[in-house]
């Protein structure tokens, strides 16, 4: 054995013991550094010439390793290559198929990982992973592993073709699922995506599965299920959906996909049963979340321009467990990563000036209340636009941080690792404030902190789920907040509601009728109190006329429908708006604990308008129905 050289005893004996393979991991350590292509040379396997070319060739496209360039180039066989790298080089060759894999190593990369850079992780020795590849010198998958694993990688060599097959078997005996997301997509071919018709596109799958088998399972790794998912997404972004649902049904009914658009949930389209594994494990290896937990919901985010270069665009994946062992998927498309100028939401001219002078005062405490998907948000960070000035220091904790905007410090809460609202909001505090945005008053903690901040000179800025201004008062005063604090720390709440916005391209409008404009003012009327003159039937009538009228009349508008809405007469949304400014005589009932409709009757006074009282004005304006108006806000 000592007559021959290292590297021929490398080729012929594979490696088949960790013990084995650190002995020689360690001789290659002292064996001097040699370049693949001097390897080769040496070998007589190219010549000069040929690398110099071959060089030269690589400076222009350094995504491809001079070794893989030259099988490419055809000058040598990859059993060339596989021979030099062990015999010049000294890169152990290891029986991957014998080999008895360290299930820790396993762990430190994810399969799909493997799977996609055909390598296998072997063993963990003192703080790094051996990994074996058909290509030792890959720099950019060994870079790759590294920052995967956070651990240095040691490469060893595998045979040619032997590679496949380990890491499948190796990878199902750690328990992970690589039957549903076998054959890993690649996302660097997918970076440029030509529009595509989505009945094409489920054509083309239906005829790739259609052989022998019936039931032959569409894999998440075909090229016209990833195209139809890009395409799908790209079409609801172009729609302005704000929510994709995929639903699972069990046996062979039909996989569901409806999108949500201006608050209403619409079909999109119906795939065949063997497409719901697929489906869904392509949607989770897209937003890095585990493919074999099928029990338990998993909430991740897909940086869908990963995937298509021309779309900037992120959505959030929340996958909810359903009964037979399915699973739902739900991703919200979060397009707008900008806030809105406080003047594009749609405000009246009353609420916009007092929202403005709430937002600009020092100190206090102002709320924005409304169900789920209202824009609260939205709203809050138009306003935080509106006052973000280099003077002043602004922190926001959020779950999660949907839009962004510089000279915000934002923070994301994780209520896993006990990140929690209330825990931000102290932390916040040592930190030299001068306004704090909570996402969400969710407990009595969050809330007295947030009053005690607001006391103290900061203005706190934060929202809670409640039907209307002055119920939020009482809900609060129902948490334990003290009265006193709560109606001095108060500056404004406003509540909101989002509704379907006439479309433009086919609304059409006549004169209202007399029973139009008396249903009307009879909601309009219904919670004024009857013994204010402002509220006198004739003077609310002349103010709508003098503000909305054309010729002296009131008008009734009404979209029919059009190729531009989709045929349903809306397109869009808009806000409904209920402001309560806090004055002396509120602070004064808050401290006495009066009823919510005690302080609505007494804001009205003030000139607050309702939800419903917003909305009647938006439908005289033509913005939406009062049918809009009405299925949205309380009488």
């Not at 809330?447 to 800025?461: D, F, R």
Request: hydrophobic share 40%.
């Amino acid at each position: 054995m000592r007559d021959r050289k290292l590297g021929d005893i490398l080729v012929t004996s594979k490696i088949v013991t960790p013990e084995k393979l650190v002995a020689a991991l360690d001789q290659q350590s002292r064996m001097p550094m040699v370049r693949i292509g001097e390897a080769l040379v040496s070998l007589g396997l190219i010549d000069d010439k040929q690398l110099k070319e071959a060089l030269s060739q690589q400076k222009t496209d350094r995504s491809t390793p001079l070794g893989e360039l030259l099988v490419q180039k055809a000058l040598v066989s990859r059993q060339d290559l596989q021979t030099a790298l062990a015999h010049k080089m000294g890169y152990p060759l290891v029986d991957v198929a014998q080999f008895p894999v360290d299930l820790e190593a396993l762990r430190k990369v994810p399969f799909a990982v493997a799977a996609r850079l055909n390598a296998l992780p072997l063993i963990l020795r003192s703080g790094r992973l051996v990994v074996a590849l058909e290509d030792p010198s890959r720099r950019d998958a060994l870079e790759e592993l590294e920052f995967i694993s956070q651990l240095k990688i040691i490469p060893a060599l595998a045979q040619f073709g032997s590679l496949a097959t380990a890491v499948q078997t190796s990878y199902e005996k750690l328990g992970a699922d690589v039957w549903t997301s076998r054959g890993t997509i690649d996302a660097t071919g997918l970076l440029e995506m030509e529009p595509m018709d989505t009945g094409k596109l489920i054509e083309s799958l239906e005829k790739d599965s259609s052989g022998d088998e019936e039931e032959a399972q569409i894999e998440q790794s075909d090229n016209s299920l990833v195209r139809l998912l890009n395409n799908m997404i790209v079409e609801a972004h172009g729609q302005g959906v704000s929510d994709i649902h995929i639903e699972s049904y069990p046996g062979r009914e039909k996989v569901k996909v409806r999108f949500r658009k201006d608050g209403l949930l619409q079909n999109y389209l119906e795939l065949p049963h063997t497409y719901r594994n697929a489906l869904i494990s392509r949607i989770k290896i897209m937003c890095d979340l585990d493919i074999s937990e099928r029990r338990k919901p998993q909430d991740g985010k897909i940086n869908f321009s990963r995937f298509v270069s021309n779309q900037k665009l992120e959505l959030r994946v929340a996958t909810i467990p359903t009964n037979n062992g399915l699973e739902d998927v739900v991703m919200r498309i979060l397009a707008s990563a900008k806030p809105l100028p406080l003047e594009k939401l749609g405000l009246s001219e009353h609420n916009l000036k007092h929202l403005k002078e709430a937002v600009e005062r020092p100190y206090g405490l102002v709320l924005c209340v409304g169900p789920t998907g209202s824009g609260k948000t939205t709203t809050l960070h138009s306003a935080l636009s509106f006052i973000n000035v280099p003077e002043r220091k602004i922190w926001t904790a959020e779950d999660p941080v949907e839009i962004t905007q510089p000279g915000l410090r934002q923070v994301q809460v994780n209520p896993k690792i006990d990140w929690t609202f209330a825990k931000a909001l102290r932390a916040f505090l040592r930190a030299d404030p001068d306004v704090i945005m909570v996402g969400e008053i969710r407990d009595e903690e969050t809330a007295k902190i947030a009053v005690e901040a607001s006391l103290t000179g900061h203005l706190v800025m934060s929202t809670l789920h409640t039907n209307s201004a002055p119920e939020t008062v009482t809900r609060l005063l129902d948490m334990g907040m003290d009265p006193f604090n709560f109606a001095d720390s108060l500056l404004a709440i406003i509540a909101q509601r989002l509704v379907r916005r006439l479309c433009n391209e086919c609304r059409q409008t006549r004169p209202a009728t007399e029973e139009e404009v008396e249903e009307l003012l009879a909601d309009y009327l219904h919670v004024c109190p009857t013994d204010d003159p402002q509220f006198d039937r004739e003077r609310v009538l002349s103010g709508w006329v003098q503000r909305y009228g054309r010729d002296g009349r009131l008008a009734h508008h009404h979209s029919p429908g059009c190729a531009k809405c989709g045929n349903t007469g809306f397109k869009g949304r808009a806000g409904l708006h209920e402001l309560m400014v806090a004055s002396s005589e509120l602070r004064r009932l808050v401290q006495t604990g009066a009823r919510a409709e005690q302080l609505m009757h007494q804001a009205i006074r003030e000139g607050m308008r309702t939800l419903r009282q917003d909305g009647i004005e938006k439908v005289l304006q033509g913005v939406t129905t009062l049918t809009e108006v009405r299925s949205t806000s309380n009488a």
